[in-house]
């Protein structure tokens, strides 16, 4: 079970959109539509954001939006805010009924 | 709502075990088809999924990690636990609990994570 591969950073100015993008293989992220994202500050817990793939939870801004191409997932943020600044972690479930999350992108806020 | 607290020793010596438990206030542990998740994450590092138990009390745990890791739950104290038997300075992480949503495998609901460090 190797790690998603997320880019390592990405920047973008307040009011842009950018993309962070998660790649797996067929036995996770193609595999299924359970792709989920998720923000965490620092020292602060995570909080799910995207789940199967483009659902957003209840609270979360329209901003985020998630999608899914082959073995690629998708994360895109629109109108780029300051708060944005975070990690953000896509995981995908798995064969053998396990869950697996990527490395890890920094975002920016410039 | 929902609400997960981790707590155990925050030091753990080498080639001992590592215990924790989560206690789930809000709602009962038992109830729903709910996984519960561990998860951990080195200091500066990634998220690390590290196994789950469903509340049906069957397990699935990251291969990496199996032959080492027990998750049980104590429905009567509304907790579940995690043992990591044999620890390293590898596992030295801050240690996270979660559930996850009744129609994903999504990480809902967070712990608000308990540091442990492996050291003699």
């Known amino acids: 079970q190797s790690a998603l591969t997320q880019s390592a950073s990405v920047s973008g100015s307040p009011g842009q959109s950018i993309t962070i993008s998660c790649t797996g293989t067929s036995s996770d992220v193609g595999g299924y539509n359970y792709v989920s994202w998720y923000q965490q500050h620092p020292g602060k817990a995570p909080k799910l954001m995207i789940y199967d793939v483009s659902k957003r939870p209840s609270g979360v801004s329209n901003r985020f939006s998630g999608s899914k191409s082959g073995n690629t997932a998708s994360l895109t943020i629109s109108g780029l805010q300051a708060d944005d600044e975070a990690d953000y972690y896509c995981s995908s479930y798995a064969s053998s009924s396990t869950l697996v999350f990527g490395g890890g992108t920094k975002l920016t806020v410039l | 709502q929902v609400q997960l607290q981790e707590s155990g020793p925050g030091l753990v010596k080498p080639s001992q075990t590592l215990s924790l438990t989560c206690t789930v206030s809000g709602g009962s542990i038992s109830s729903g088809s709910h996984?519960?998740?561990?998860?951990?994450?080195?200091?500066?590092?990634?998220l690390e999924w590290i196994g789950r138990i469903f509340t049906s009390g069957s397990t699935n745990y990251?291969?990496?990690?199996?032959?080492?890791?027990?998750?049980?739950?104590?429905?009567?104290?509304?907790?579940?636990?995690?043992?990591?038997?044999?620890?390293?300075?590898?596992?030295?992480?801050?240690?996270?609990?979660?559930?996850?949503?009744?129609?994903?495998?999504?990480?809902?609901?967070?712990?608000?994570?308990?540091?442990?460090?492996?050291?003699?």
């Open chain 2, 35 to 46: 996984y519960w998740s561990w998860i951990r994450q080195p200091a500066g590092k990634g």
């Open chain 2, 62 to 120: 990251n291969p990496s990690l199996k032959s080492r890791v027990t998750i049980s739950l104590d429905t009567s104290k509304n907790q579940l636990s995690l043992k990591v038997n044999s620890v390293t300075a590898a596992d030295t992480a801050v240690y996270y609990c979660a559930r996850d949503r009744p129609d994903s495998p999504a990480f809902e609901v967070w712990g608000q994570g308990t540091m442990v460090t492996v050291s003699s």
